[in-house]
């Protein structure tokens, strides 16, 4: 069932909590080195050229870099995703990486020298680096610089109580430069930067990374921080009732390709809260009247 809202000329589906609302998809914008942008949605495959680069756009939601013209002078791009979206790099040197929603990363067409810099400039990366002990790569992200050879890092600059930017190794050794120390990180540890300082410690790798798997995974989640990641990856707002009061943890693991409604109603299911929709905003109710 839907409903022509004409104001807006765009089919709003029903769900059992108001307006349906439709998960993220692969799509972003391609800044080039001449300041002209490129949207990159849809599922079409194509080709172009770039700073003595080859890029092939693919249909999968993903932009491969190729080929070298030595002695060029260093191009830079920057990939922007919108919030309900994400999108994947094959770097010119191999390395992948992932973009969540509501996230911008710059980087080089080609890596020039004896190092490999990227700079995260807001939210959330995974990357998987192709390994060059000759030339190490860099990622600089708020204030803090993460350095691997060849490893495998989620990097997070959302902010949110907990911190304002955290490193999550995953797979081989890392160094995280901050402004009061440097940090080795083994595989399954995480360096979070808050207010107070530099806090290294162990990390819920599956909960940090399951983004990049297409699911949501909470363990023990307080709801405010369920209910930031849905706002970034449906594209909606959040808006509690004066009535509810924020007492609740949610633990559970969920398909990020679902609609909204099938969330909420797992959601609801545990008796945290009750859900509405309307306007592109998801209402949070008390789940009993208090």
Excluded: C
């Excluded at 600089?140 to 959302?158: D, L, P, S």
């Amino acid at each position: 069932y839907y409903r022509m809202d004409k104001a807006k000329a765009k089919l709003a589906f029903a769900s059992p909590y108001g307006e349906e609302v439709l998960a993220g998809a692969k799509k972003a914008t391609l800044v080039l080195s001449n300041g002209s942008s490129l949207l990159l949605q849809g599922s079409v495959d194509s080709l172009f050229n770039e700073g003595g680069s080859a890029i092939q756009r693919n249909a999968n939601g993903s932009l491969v870099y190729t080929g070298r013209e030595p002695g060029r002078e260093t191009s830079w791009n920057t990939l922007h995703i919108p919030n309900g979206g994400e999108y994947m790099i094959v770097l010119e040197d191999g390395s992948k990486v992932w973009l969540n929603a509501a996230s911008s990363l710059r980087y080089p067409v080609q890596f020039t020298g004896r190092e490999r810099r990227v700079e995260l400039l807001e939210g959330e990366a995974y990357f998987e680096i192709a390994k060059n002990k000759e030339r190490p790569f860099i990622v600089m992200a708020n204030r803090m610089e993460v350095q691997a050879i060849g490893t495998a890092f989620n990097v997070n600059t959302y902010g949110n109580a907990d911190s304002l930017v955290s490193t999550t190794l995953t797979e081989g050794k890392v160094s995280v430069q901050t402004r009061e120390s440097r940090y080795m990180l083994e595989a399954g540890q995480q360096v979070r930067l808050n207010k107070a300082g530099p806090v290294v410690a162990d990390a819920d790798v599956d909960a940090v990374t399951g983004w990049k798997n297409g699911l949501f995974v909470f363990n023990n989640a307080p709801l405010w921080e369920v209910m930031v990641q849905l706002a970034r990856w449906y594209d909606v707002h959040v808006a509690y009732d004066p009535r509810f009061k924020e007492q609740q943890f949610f633990t559970g693991e969920i398909k990020r390709n679902v609609p909204l409604s099938e969330l909420l109603q797992m959601l609801e299911l545990t008796g945290i809260a009750r859900f509405k929709i309307h306007d592109g905003t998801i209402l949070i109710q008390p789940y009993r009247e208090p």
